[in-house]
DNA sequence: ATAGATATTGAGATGCAATCTCATCTTGAC
DNA sequence: GTCAAGATGAGATTGCATCTCAATATCTAT
């Protein structure tokens, strides 16, 4: 029998709360906010257990960084900035269908999917431009020198 | 300036040559049958190098998985195996606008896409379905004992 | 309520990929 | 050839993730 622990549930509710989807370190960081004392052996199981039982996704988003926990687990795309990692949930759903198509092009039992964009983010499409006008207005300064 | 070396040639192609996604890890030992006494921040630093200069991708396949790199540079969709990890290219384009579309939804200066199809590859599902068989034969063996 | 079986926890060890450091070596320009 | 900039690789280090195991908590049957 699975058991619903305190532990467990301080692991979920983080995860609900959360809207950013964090790696497991941040969900590890906040269930300690709240209970001091979890180890992270405890919050790594769970969460595996969470994504067995289908109460919780992982995400691969980024390049190369750290998998990331969704307790949205219904289908759903991802825009993501590149600079900050930011990760917000969209819908950009494929025409239906478009999933057995490539399960027969490719031979493949496929049984999901999801779009991924990726850009900045408004913050860091700001900074992003500041910090061009900046070294444009160094060269013009070095130049001059 | 930037120098072309052995190492860093060996390393470009094995990527090449490569048409399964390696992890960082793989092209090391790749590149070490030819380059034995390479070592891993060389490979590590070429990697990071050949994607700054667009010469390759890094991939975030599967869940938690390690990057993985993709000498192919050009927009692509990718299917793959949630059992063995196994990867192809794909081609599964957005309708034109669609980027646009939801850059202006989100906010985001979106410049890229991608989508995942996620299932079973042929061979992981074949096995699949005879561990299946087996348990159900099992059961029935225990049933009746 | 109690005993015994089963499940869960957390500290610490371990594993492993990735990065960093730095002395040494290579390369290209002059 | 000489020199400066660039590149290399062994080994240390970091940091995330998993495993181990003794202690603890929880369930079930009686």
Known sequence: MLRVTPQRQAVLDVLIAAHDHPTAAQVFDRVRG?????????????????????????????????????????RH?????????AAMDVEAPLPVGA?????SRTGYDLTEYDVQFRGRCPSCDRLAHRLQKQSKSNEKRNRSV
Chains 1, 2 share one sequence.
């Open 99 to 103: 999933l057995a198509d490539m399960s």
């Open 34 to 74: 709240q209970q001091p004392g979890i180890g992270a052996a405890t919050v790594y199981r769970t969460l595996s257990l969470l994504v067995a039982a289908g109460q919780a996704r992982v995400l691969s988003l980024g390049e190369g960084a750290s998998a990331r926990y969704d307790a949205n687990v219904s």
């Open 77 to 85: 795309d991802h825009v993501l900035c590149v600079d900050c990692g």
